[in-house]
């Protein structure tokens, strides 16, 4: 949605009428979801003329604006007991990577901060999060190949209640949403953390890539179904023009996006800003 979407718009509309359909399509394929879109158009259709380029953006921006929370909780910590952040997300979207600059983040507030290895099912997931550990200079948890993640985040729990570590951040494998076995292990995760504390996982954070458009919202549904959805971390909202999908969870779970990732750097992470989002979008 950002750049590339407003762009398109330009050049398709200016100095010519407005052709509806070719609008819905256009609005739909910049990954802002059915609902989202006939909103736009509703509101275009409202005003006595036929949009020019610059009502078409002015709107958009307008709804948009009216969609997307300004002022997302912030991750603080508990006074008394670790804040577990459970990371899920299907392979490939960067989720161990959002781990780890998540974990920087936190430490660069000066937080305390352990990561859990409970990816245990593809062994470089534990190595790429133990070279990170390393890097940031935080703790990590593992255990050994093809070991219960559940366990896992219940003995790493006890180990950071123990440090006093005010946040425990568990990288989950990835998987993907169609798998029913695999969600329901996420589930057992989840009630296991929930013998600690009824509350936790007090956070669950999904990582979606910005590239695979419409696709991460189904993701975003079926996540949301198996541990309940606090937020979202968007990766490579990196000028690809791409980030529509981000409205459209939004707007159609109410789930906000936390976090996004820019880059390749530990750095090029950061809390997810509405105002600078809508601003960047042309």
């Given at each position: ?10 050049q ?5 009428p407005?052709d ?14 059915v609902s989202m879109?006939m ?11 036929l ?7 002015e ?8 969609v ?13 007991k ?5 990371v ?11 781990t ?30 133990g ?31 123990k ?15 169609t ?15 929930e ?28 996540f ?10 968007v ?29 390749e ?11 600078v ?6």
């Amino acid at each position: 949605m950002p750049i590339g979407f407003f762009k398109s718009i330009v050049q398709k509309f200016t100095g010519r009428p407005v052709d509806w359909d070719e609008l819905e399509e256009t609005l739909i394929r910049a990954d802002l979801g059915v609902s989202m879109t006939m909103k736009i158009l509703t509101s275009l259709r409202s005003r006595d003329k036929l949009p020019t380029t610059n009502d078409i953006i002015e709107v958009t921006r307008e709804e948009v604006a009216k969609v997307l929370p300004f002022d997302p909780a912030p991750l603080r910590p508990f006074p008394a007991k670790p804040k577990v952040i459970l990371v899920v997300g299907v392979n490939g979207t960067g989720k161990t990577t959002s781990t780890a600059k998540l974990a920087y983040l936190l430490k660069s507030r000066r937080h305390s901060v352990t990561l859990v290895a409970a990816d245990t099912f593809r062994a470089a997931a534990i190595e790429q999060l133990g070279i990170w550990s390393e890097r940031i200079g935080v703790e990590m948890i593992k255990g050994q190949y093809n070991a219960d993640p559940a366990a896992l985040c219940y003995d790493a729990y006890v180990a950071a209640d123990k440090r006093n570590t005010e946040f425990l951040i568990c990288d989950t494998a990835g998987r993907l949403h169609t798998k029913i076995n695999l969600m329901a292990e996420l589930n057992k995760v989840k009630r296991t953390l929930e013998k600690h504390d009824e509350t936790a996982p007090h956070e669950c954070l999904l990582v979606v890539d910005a590239t695979t458009g419409s696709n991460a919202l189904q993701q975003a549904k079926e996540f949301n179904q198996a541990v309940k959805l606090t937020g979202v971390i968007v990766t490579k909202l990196d000028g690809s023009g791409k980030g529509g999908v981000v409205i459209a969870i939004q707007n159609e779970l109410n789930i906000p996006t936390r976090f996004i990732g820019t880059g390749e750097k530990l750095e090029d992470f950061a809390a997810f800003d509405a105002r600078v989002f809508i601003e960047q979008m042309l």
